[in-house]
């Protein structure tokens, strides 16, 4: 088992242009979920996904869109990056049994620096 | 609203000292409580849980009891070494499956 994965782990973009990051993972987990994490700032919830062909928003979802057209898979997409983006993205899955006791398994992360 | 706070870093220590970090949290409802440990370069991993008012959570020498009358998760350790040097990050998980993390708070253990 892989567990997490993300693609890319390090990118650069320029103002304006635009990217995906993808998030695969192979324990069949129902729920996905995209999160951001800036110094001082913790991890905060971008958009979520509670299973295949669904998503919702989170916490901070502006500037970002998200696709789950695959249950392994969970995309995030910038259409016009913009400097507040640079971040460090980590997604995340959890398998959707009892709510309460629910562990989520991160990815790696994936580095995005705006210029 | 769901929130956690936890106590600021950067913490440093020496090599088997004794480690406490403050949790608080505020929820709605009974949520579960999580500490979580990132590694330099890593994504984050689950240390301990508990799932309701008095239980404790423990793993690889970390405790943190569920204390509902002070809504507080702290973590412990009696003697830390220099391999838990990373950063942890208190979370609740509320009834509708979504988590909320605290800001970190980094640990340093010198020899």
């Known amino acids: 088992n892989a567990g997490v994965t993300q693609t890319p782990k390090f990118r650069v973009l320029k103002t304006g242009q635009s990217m995906t990051l993808l998030c695969a993972q192979d324990?069949?987990?129902?729920?996905m979920y995209w999160y951001r994490q800036d110094p001082g700032m913790g991890l905060r919830l971008i958009h979520y996904?509670?299973?295949?062909?669904?998503?919702a928003k989170g916490e901070v979802p502006d500037g970002y869109n998200v696709s789950r057209l695959k249950k392994q898979n969970f995309l995030l997409g910038l259409e016009s990056a913009a400097p507040s983006q640079t971040s460090v993205y980590f997604c995340?899955?959890?398998?959707?049994?009892?709510?309460?006791?629910?562990?989520?398994?991160f990815g790696p992360g994936t580095r995005l620096l705006v210029l | 609203g769901n929130s956690v706070t936890q106590m600021e870093g950067p913490v440093t220590l020496s090599e088997e000292a004794f480690l406490t970090i403050n949790c608080t949290y505020t929820a709605t409802g009974y949520p579960s409580l999580f500490w979580y440990v990132q590694y330099p370069g890593e994504g984050l991993q689950l240390l301990l849980k508990a799932t309701k008012a008095d239980d404790k959570g423990s793993n690889k020498g970390f405790e943190a009891t569920y204390r509902k009358e002070t809504t507080s998760f702290h973590l412990e350790k009696g003697s830390v070494q220099v391999s838990d040097s990373a950063v942890y990050f208190c979370?609740?998980?509320?009834?509708?499956?979504?988590?909320?993390f605290g800001t970190g708070t980094s640990l340093t253990v010198i020899p």
């Open positions: 979370a609740l998980l509320n009834t509708g499956n979504q988590f909320y």
């Open positions: 995340a899955s959890s398998y959707w049994g009892q709510v309460y006791q629910e562990t989520q398994y």
């Open positions: 324990m069949n987990h129902e729920y």
């Open positions: 996904s509670v299973g295949e062909g669904t998503t």
